[in-house]
């Protein structure tokens, strides 16, 4: 066996989110910058400062904390967009403010290091692989607890990958990315701290992957006993937060629907300062539901909020304000999401024998003509300077453009063009009668409705744009800004929708993190989702290729290589236009100075390392 080494194929590194698969994004994060110019703006760049040790004091492995001693007490305030989470349930989560809070209370074995990029121990105290890399062992630190004080074992490990995820309990994007030549991960325990792991083949992506949260054995099995439909609505948002058992650095205090999510210190939490002081060092992490971002700017400006995330539109007052104020501005580079409209083009029944799309539209939607035309009909270089104050460049990759695997080629994607979109809409049999709206070829009226999540101000203005570039063409378009989680069932459960203009969060380091959008039943497939009981299901040749080549991609250990496979997955994409993608901003925020310790990055944002902040008052 050989100490596990990470595969970094560039030495660029760029930033990653800590999960294993796509979740569909709010919004809120989606920030922007004009200039990088004040009195205090900071543009974080890689931080080198000493990496995580381990000590075993008092009979547990404790994770050393990798900055100076801080003090106990006080509590930071931050902010979501909507209504709030939907479960405290990470593995059934499915939507980014609901893993957000699980990711505080559910550590995962290994994480990303926030300045180099390196799968690193967390939960964990050692990686291994095998010479073939098929065999993958975990050993666990000593003397970690659960919240309610009991251990953390290799039962717990062995548990959440048997049981819950490879079982398809909750949400099964994870079970769906480790599916490896038509087999899951062998998982056992080897003693009380070792777990093995076995895989079919040589799999690039397994070494972040293996690193996923942990569920306690003894609390969520007999809740997987009682099966999968109790399951998914165990730790709903109605939950007794004395009831969760947890393991991450803050557990559930209090939620008020619509108003907040209250958070407090984990006193079992694993991670020690230099004066082995427990970790965190604040009492509470408080998550205000606001309205809009509007609201939440207001909120901040007013000093209720700790932390925001800063708009193009809204960079030259913050800056201007930043002078004589209590916060620094953070510049932390591209934005790794990617903002796209989509089109829905399911053609099946249900098992009730009904369309979930109007046939009318399934045409429109499925015809490669029609959807080019509004590729070109999108005026993405407006939305730039009008939404995002000149602080984001026009994106047409599945790609983010920070992605180390993006297609260079098609980067720059293609210029704004009316007149090609109406020849294309004529070569399918549309046209226009005398009072300049669009028909088809039998005579209906284009009109359809676009749907985005209200409150997403930067969403919504790009919404209302859509409309204006598509009345250029004709069709009239019903813009539905609509409540976040609305739209998510819309989407996941009911796939009542024609069109949809949202985000999605991912990895620019793994490309098979997207396995649950791109696979054809994967669980964000969205433009083309598919549901039990479904009749007249084709897989289209298209999507059928892009099935091949998710595995292919992950069976590949080369860069090079992959490199060649995924410029393919993008260029489909690109050609086939089931997302059409519109910008891609910076990620701009705006920090207290009260709070110490910080060390934003590209890689971890800015408050990666939570649990080693701490509150000065002092401070102005």
Known sequence: MKKFRRIIFLLAILIIVLVSCFRIDRGPEDTLLSENSGNKTETAVKKTYKPYGTIYYNGTDYKMSRSKAGKYGGQIVISTIGEGPK???????????????????????????????????????????????????????????WSDGKEITADDVVFTWNDIILAGYGNTSLRDSVLIEGEYPKVKKINKYTVEFKIKEPFAPFQRFVGTQIAPAHTFKPVVQKGKRYFDSYLGTTVNPKSIVASGAFILEEYVPAQRVVLKRNPNYYAIDENKNLLPYIDKYVILIVGDLNNEMLKFEAGELDVISVRGKDLSRFKEKEKNSDFTIYNLGPNTGTMFLAFNLNTRKNKEGKYYVNPVKQAWFNDINFRTAIDYAIDRNAMVYNVANGAAQPLFTAESLSSIFLNEKLASGHQRDIEYAKELLKKSGFYLDNKGFLHDKNGNEVEFDLYTNAGQTEREACGVMVKEDLRELGIKVNFKPIEFNSLVSKIMTTSDWD???MGLTGSPLEPHSGKNVWYSKGHLHMFNMRFNGDTNDVILPWEKELDDIIEQGALELDYDKRKIIYDKYQQIIYDQRPFIYLYSPLTITAVRNKIKNLHPTPLGGTMHNLDELYIDNQEK
């Open 87 to 145: 479960t405290f349930n990470p593995w059934v989560s499915k939507d980014a403010t609901s893993s957000q809070i699980g990711d505080l209370m559910y550590d995962s074995l290994f994480t990303t290091d926030p300045d180099s990029g390196e799968v690193i121990p967390n939960l964990a105290k050692e990686l291994s692989v095998s010479d073939d890399q098929k065999t993958y062992t975990v050993t666990l630190r000593r003397g970690v607890k």
């Open 499 to 501: 069109m949809v203009l």
